[in-house]
């Protein structure tokens, strides 16, 4: 079964500080991964792709196929990454192509 | 470009009742997506919609419908509503269906309150 997994539900950094979302995931054929951001009283919109292999507002993150996992990561974070984020896989499952969404990680950067 | 617009924005319904949200998507989008989302399943998907044809299903009950129009624009409903289906509705609308790298743009979502 198509899975996403971000096993922290809170994360809180200091400015400056290096932060890294983890997201793992579970699925048996080759995956499209995403990371889609949601601001404050903002959409939820699409912050980078594993295809890509982009580097959007100081993150990148890069698909481990032997581990099944895609973090992401920023080598110093800023008040402005405060925001929720979720991973995310693209992929048949049942027939059925979808999104599959983690439930998300809430960053906080203090200041 | 105007982005993906839902209708209406809040919504609160009784339980048994049924209900119909909407979703206009970016102009040129063919593929609408649906979503609900709640805190304690996050974000779930119900179905896509390319070209008036639902391509994709989530693992939701028959109550759960929706359709697509010619000019794109979707509708979802909901049938003999319950508690447990209260939720924030979102749509989101790409210029391919899923199954590939494209973006999807999302609306803000329609507040379904059920009573």
């Known amino acids: 079964a198509q899975r996403v997994t971000q096993p922290e539900k809170l994360l809180s950094v200091f400015k400056g500080a290096p932060v890294e979302l983890k997201c793992n995931y579970s699925?048996?054929?080759?995956?499209?991964l995403f990371w889609y951001v949601q601001y404050s009283r903002q959409r939820l919109q699409l912050l980078l792709r594993?295809?890509s292999r982009e580097s959007i507002k100081g993150f990148t993150a890069d698909l481990n196929k032997g581990e099944t996992s895609f973090h992401l990561k920023k080598p110093f974070a800023q008040e402005e990454d405060s925001a929720m984020y979720y991973c995310?896989?693209?992929?048949?499952?049942?027939?059925?192509?979808?999104?599959?969404f983690g439930k998300g990680t809430k960053l906080t950067v203090n200041p | 470009k105007a982005g993906v617009t839902q209708t209406p924005r809040y919504l609160i319904k009784t339980r048994g009742q049924q209900v119909t949200l909407s979703c206009s998507p970016i102009?040129?989008?063919?593929?609408v997506s649906w979503y609900q989302q709640t805190p304690g399943q996050g974000l779930q998907f119900l179905f896509e919609?390319?070209?008036?044809?639902?391509?994709n299903k989530g693992n939701f009950p028959g109550r759960f419908s929706g359709r697509q129009f010619s000019n794109s624009r979707s509708e979802m409903n909901v049938s003999t509503l319950e508690l447990g289906d209260s939720a924030l509705y979102l749509c989101?609308?790409?210029?391919?269906?899923?199954?590939?790298?494209?973006?999807?743009?999302f609306g803000p979502g329609t507040r379904l309150t059920v009573t």
């Open positions: 919609y390319f070209s008036e044809t639902q391509r």
């Open positions: 594993h295809i």
């Open positions: 102009s040129g989008h063919r593929s």
């Open positions: 699925y048996s054929g080759s995956p499209e």
């Open positions: 989101a609308s790409s210029s391919q269906p899923t199954g590939g790298s494209y973006e999807q743009y």
């Open positions: 995310a896989l693209s992929g048949v499952e049942g027939g059925s192509e979808k999104l599959v």
